[in-house]
Structure formats: structure tokens, C-alpha cells
């Protein structure tokens, strides 16, 4: 048993009742984790009651996608410390035949590869990729993180553009089905908690760049992703957590010249993306930016001046040398 699935829960009983059976089944190896986040529906009552096997942390409170994580691998690391790789998945993922296997394989022979994800595509249609990860993340030189198959919200239909070769190096793995190595997780500082939820697998990703070691995704491998199952698109919330973690994960993981500049602009850029939520009738979002903005600012010191163990920089993969807002919006490359 080489690797902890563990799936964070919080009154997600309908999402456990359609896909846990299917990643017991297609998991056989693995040890599968429900870790809770003080729900309060019945779902952990449904989880004994029908999968006694299946290992419940029980958290208390709502600590959050980063919080909730760092625990469960915390208890995890104590009481089974010949696991070397868990998963991170998502409640609404359901994982094709023989996901794992790839995934294991490739951190058992490539001993730098500190993340990896699967080919993530549309549950409803499989045919499409996904927007949280699809083939792989990427980030502009502005900050901007996207993905390959999904730029913005244009998603591409999978035709084995991304299959060769089967294991390519990125920016970022999405959080929505994320391998790690829980050495690597360790040495790179676990995931910031203070992001609460968005974005922070990004940010650990780019430590783990920072730290020395890869970040890739795998084509061999691929799951079926919901999407929203806890924060929709349409969701004030996500669009808070969004606007605020973006710019906190710059000031924290990019040099500092560079991280002024881009938070200069991306500031403006956020202004205008408000006023186009302002014309459209979305004053909720708007004043989400307004709110994101605020804590920004609030949280901006921790952020910048905190000690940090390796020095900030780009990673050698994954970064696009460009705007792709210029190049989207502008240009109409899509």
C-alpha cells in the first residue's frame, strides 16, 4: 500500500454516495481516506454504515481545502509511515479504471517528481477536458494561471493533443486530483492555510519549484470532475477567494521586483474586470473584488516579509512568456 486517497468532506453526502464506491473499486491498493470537515449532515453516519473500511478523520470544524488537507496528512504521516504519496480528491471525481497506477509508477522511478496530476476531464461530457486543471497548469508572465486545454472559460474537446509525452512538466497541478509526495509536501511547507480555499495548490506547486523538485501531469492517467461541488462558478465567494489568493501567491513566490510590478497591474486589471461586473448586473461579485482587494492589503506584510526557507523565483516549466489576457481578449487566440 504506497498511497493515501484522501477525499475532504464537508456535508458532501450526495457526492460520497455517487462516487466513493467507485474509488474504492478502482483503488484496490490504496488506502481511502474521508477526511471531514465538521460536516453536519449524515454523510459520515452513511460512510460507516456501508464502507466500515473506509478510514474517517473526523476534523471538528470547517478548516478550510488547505487546513482540512494539512490535518489529514499530519494524522496520516503518524499512523501509517510506510505511505509514501497521497492523493488529494476532490468528493465530486470519479476515477477511470486504472488511474493509479500510472501515477504511482512514474514517483516511484522519477525520485524529484514532487507533484502529479491526471487528465482531467468533464464528468458530463469525458470527451472535454475540465476547467480546474484539464491537462496540465500554466502561468503567464503576469500572473495569470491557466491550463492546458482550458484558457479562461474555453475548454477544449481531448484529441490527444497533450498525450505525447506521457509525463510533461507544468506549472501547476490542479488540487482537483492531486498526487504528492508527502516528503516533498513536507519540505516545501504543506499548503498555506491562510488561503483557506482557490488557488493554493498553486502556490504550493510553485514552492515545490522553488525547492527543487518537478511538478508534472500524467496522460495515461485521467478522472471525470464534476466541478463546483462546493463553490460554483457563479459562487461571490469563489470570486473573492480567487482575486485575493492570486495576488497573495504572487507577492509571496515571485521575485520582488517582479512581484511589485505585476501586482501594480493586476490591480488595475482588477478594476476593470469589477466595472464589467458592475455593467452586467453582477454587484455581488463586484463588491467580492472590493472585499478582496481590502483583505489584500490587510494580509499583504505576512505575506511579503515572512522568512521564507528558498529564495523566490519562476519555475523552469510551465511559465508563459506573454499576456495571456492580451492574447485571449485582444488577439482572440482561444
Known sequence: MKTAVIILNWNGKDWLEKFLPLV???????????????????????????????????????LGYAGGYNK?????????????????????IEPNVGWLTPLEKRMDSESKVGAIQPKILDFYCPSKFEYAGAGGGLMDKWGYPFARGRIF?????????????????????????????ISAFIQ????????????????LCWRMHRSGWDVESCSSSSVLHVGGGTLNASSPQKTYLNFRNSLLIIVKNAPTLDALRIISARLFLDGVAGALFLIRGQEKHFYSILKAHFSFYKMFSAFAITPQKFKKKWPKSGLYNGSIVWDYFILKHK
Open 188 to 203: 516545501s511547507g504543506r499548503l498555506d492555510d491562510r488561503l483557506f480555499a482557490h488557488m493554493e495548490e498553486i502556490d
Open 24 to 62: 474504492i473499486e478502482r483503488s484496490p491498493n490504496a488506502l481511502i481516506v474521508v477526511a471531514d470537515n465538521g460536516s453536519d449532515d449524515d454523510s459520515l453516519i452513511w460512510i460507516e454504515s456501508n464502507y466500515s473500511n473506509t478510514l474517517i478523520l473526523r476534523l471538528g470544524i470547517n
Open 72 to 92: 489529514a496528512i499530519e494524522i496520516i504521516r503518524k499512523r501509517y509511515t510506510d505511505i509514501p504519496y497521497a492523493v488529494l480528491l476532490n468528493s465530486d
Open 153 to 181: 472559460d474555453k475548454i477544449e474537446h481531448d484529441n490527444g493533443q497533450f498525450d505525447t509525452p506521457e509525463f510533461e512538466s507544468i506549472f501547476w497541478a490542479s488540487g482537483a486530483c492531486l498526487m504528492l509526495r
